[in-house]
């Protein structure tokens, strides 16, 4: 089944803001819709900022997908679909949220809209069992950070799931901010 035109355009438009924001490198982070059984997923090394159709694999429950090779962290999003009610995931590469990431296990946003709308970021450490503990973490939050490495946040769209990526790396930013001017 080629990808329903409405699910093409919120990848393309998702990837291109992601890549324009600098929350992903040239070929970083991955994108899914989920749709009945099946998903939609970015291919492995695809460029978020430059998404065709053809960068787009169909994954089925059974693990079969139609091409290109789906994403790397594809069993992640399934595990992800099967943990929480999403509707689609984003994974990006936020640089000041994946600085503070280190020597915690949760971040608390500083800033108003931060305390209101993701008050606790968990942060799951690298290792064994990491996808589980990623999906479990977001049947509380919209957003989760893998420590040294990235975020990832489920949404009823991937508007909404681009929404928190944001949210998470403005509150970073301003926490971040923040200690430096501490420092004078
Ligand atoms: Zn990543």
């Known amino acids: 089944m080629a990808i329903p035109e409405a699910t093409l355009r919120q990848l393309v438009g998702v990837g291109r803001d992601l890549y324009q924001l600098g929350m992903v490198s040239s070929r970083g982070g991955n994108l899914s819709i989920r749709d009945g059984h099946a998903l939609w997923i970015t291919g492995t090394g695809t460029a978020l900022g ?9 994954v089925f ?11 790397s962290d594809t069993i992640l999003h399934w595990t992800i679909y099967a943990t929480t009610q999403a509707g ?3 994974h990006a590469h936020p640089h000041h949220a994946i600085a503070l990431s280190y020597d915690r296990d949760v971040f608390k946003p500083e800033d108003l809209e ?11 450490e690298q290792g064994p ?11 509380e939050s919209r957003v989760a950070l893998l420590q040294g490495h990235g975020a990832y946040a489920r949404g009823a769209s991937l508007w909404d799931a681009l929404h928190w990526l944001t949210a998470l790396e403005e509150s970073a930013h301003i926490a971040w901010l923040r200690r430096a001017m501490a420092r004078d």
Do not use: F, M, W
């Open 129 to 139: 069992l990491q996808e589980e503990k990623i999906a479990n973490a977001l049947r």
């Open 61 to 71: 429950a059974d693990g079969q997908h139609r091409p290109p090779p789906p994403s």
């Open 88 to 90: 689609a995931i984003a």
């Open 114 to 124: 931060g305390q209101l709308h993701i008050p606790a970021v968990p942060v799951i």
């Open 50 to 58: 430059h998404l065709r159709a053809l960068d787009i694999s169909q």
